[in-house]
């Protein structure tokens, strides 16, 4: 018995019109599969970058001693208090008025009633010691106990730029409220508060007259 030769695979153009399709399809699948494995492994890596860094140091601001004395080196002004500070919801935190200065925040102590003080900066070691020419009144002021969990009045970002509360009205972008204003460094500043679920905590960051906000920065130390 004479066996049949195997039948030919048709390989006409009909076959290649055919499966040209298919491997289209399948080449673009896999340049799209690449392409979104690229961006997850690139945030992969920012996330990596940032939890390689040390924890946030949450720092309560003390600017005065346990007895009542001044810590920073201080020159005297005379003036008044007649707010609770815009940049910390602090009860013993003020804004205060000497002459034509706007000094917020400044601390009292309730070992004397008759003065505050104004640092400078938290990671500064000078400020300005207020006599006050009118009484504080508790009702004017804030009312929250001084604490790691309050809003930050200054943060110091992981690269060390240095950052204090805007108070007044400032600029919104993408619903965000530019929060701190980064003195002249490029002109920098952090939008929103810090996203404390993160380690470090981050927060955005852009010029203060951005019109997006993508990046985000991490935060080496918060004042509150």
Not at 41 to 62: E, G, H, K, L, N
Not at 105 to 131: K, M, Q, Y
Not at 141 to 151: E, M, R, T
Not at 191 to 214: E, F, H, K, Y
Request: aromatic share 8%; charged share 15%; with cysteine.
């Amino acid at each position: 018995m004479v066996a049949a030769a195997p039948c030919a695979e048709p390989r006409g153009s009909g076959y290649d019109a055919a499966m040209a399709v298919p491997m289209r399809w399948w080449r673009a699948a896999t340049a799209c599969a690449l392409a979104l494995l690229g961006c997850v492994c690139a945030v992969a890596q920012a996330r990596a970058a940032v939890s390689s860094q040390a924890p946030t140091s949450a720092i309560v601001y003390r600017a005065f001693t346990a007895r009542g004395g001044v810590r920073p080196h201080t020159r005297s002004r005379s003036g008044h208090c007649p707010s609770g500070s815009e940049a910390t919801p602090r009860r013993d935190a003020w804004r205060c008025f000497s002459g034509n200065l706007v000094l917020d925040p400044c601390f009292s102590s309730a070992h004397d009633r008759g003065v505050v003080v104004c640092p400078e900066a938290p990671w500064l070691t000078d400020g300005i010691e207020i006599h006050l020419t009118k009484p504080l009144v508790a009702a004017d002021g804030n009312h929250a106990a001084p604490s790691s969990s309050l809003q930050p009045w200054a943060l110091e970002l992981s690269s060390g730029l240095r950052c204090r509360f805007a108070e007044g009205a400032t600029n919104v972008v993408e619903g965000r409220r530019l929060d701190y204003f980064c003195g002249s460094a490029g002109n920098q500043a952090l939008w929103g508060l810090p996203d404390r679920a993160s380690t470090p905590w981050t927060i955005p960051i852009a010029p203060s007259q951005a019109s997006t906000v993508s990046e985000r920065a991490a935060i080496r130390r918060a004042w509150m």
